[in-house]
Structure formats: C-alpha cells, structure tokens
C-alpha cells in the first residue's frame, strides 16, 4: 500500500528555519515531478514547490528566494529548506506528485508548521 510521511514540521520564531522530509513508500512508480503543498486554516490547498527529475524548480511567489526544494537519492523522497520563516507561513505541509488533473499517491497525514514568537 502507498503511504506519504511528512516530517520535520515543528513551532519556529520568525525568522527561523525548518527542514521539511517526505518519502513515499510502497510504490513502484517514480514520478517525474514530485512537489509541497500547504493548506491553512480556511484556505485551499496551495503550490509551495516542486521538482523534476532533472532538477527543474518551481516555486510559488510568495516563497521564492526563501525556500529550497530538493530531491533525495531514495525513490520518492523530497525535501523542503524554508528559511525566513514568516507568520503566514503557518500551514500543514504536503507532499505529492502532481498526475495531470489528479496526483500519483494518497495525500498523507501532512506535517504542521506553526511560525510564531
């Protein structure tokens, strides 16, 4: 069965930084772009970054030149570097691997980023 795990989430002051872990397990399938996600309280869910095989980055403006999205050597596993942590930036982080209208696992449990002093 293919399951997502988030980790890393965690309570960080402004300013600060959080390095954000995913692995997809039980899958045979590698996709070629695998991305983070966020959802706020009463928001949608939102584009934070993604990552092609080849290392081509996307990232969403509001995040741009603060976060790093990498892949590790491990099937499906990606990383997030966010650094200058912001208020708005509090949200439960995703992972997953954008399939044309749909996605190529279920959604995990996320990890919770809170961003307060």
């Known amino acids: 069965q293919v399951q997502l795990v988030e980790s890393g989430g965690g309570l960080v002051q402004p300013g600060g930084s959080l390095r954000l872990s995913c692995a997809a397990s039980?899958?045979?399938?590698?996709?070629?772009?695998m991305g983070w996600y966020r959802q706020a309280p009463g928001k949608q869910r939102e584009l934070v970054a993604t990552?092609?095989?080849?290392?081509?980055?996307n990232y969403g403006d509001s995040v741009k030149g603060r976060f790093t999205i990498s892949r590790g050597n491990a099937r499906n596993t990606v990383y997030l570097q966010m650094n200058s942590l912001k208020p708005e930036d509090t949200a439960v982080y995703y992972c997953?691997?954008?399939?044309?209208?749909?996605?190529?696992?279920?959604w995990g449990q996320g990890t919770q980023v809170t961003v307060s002093s």
């Open positions: 997953n691997a954008p399939y044309g209208s749909t996605w190529y696992f279920p």
């Open positions: 990552i092609t095989n080849g290392g081509s980055e």
């Open positions: 039980g899958s045979t399938f590698s996709p070629d772009t």
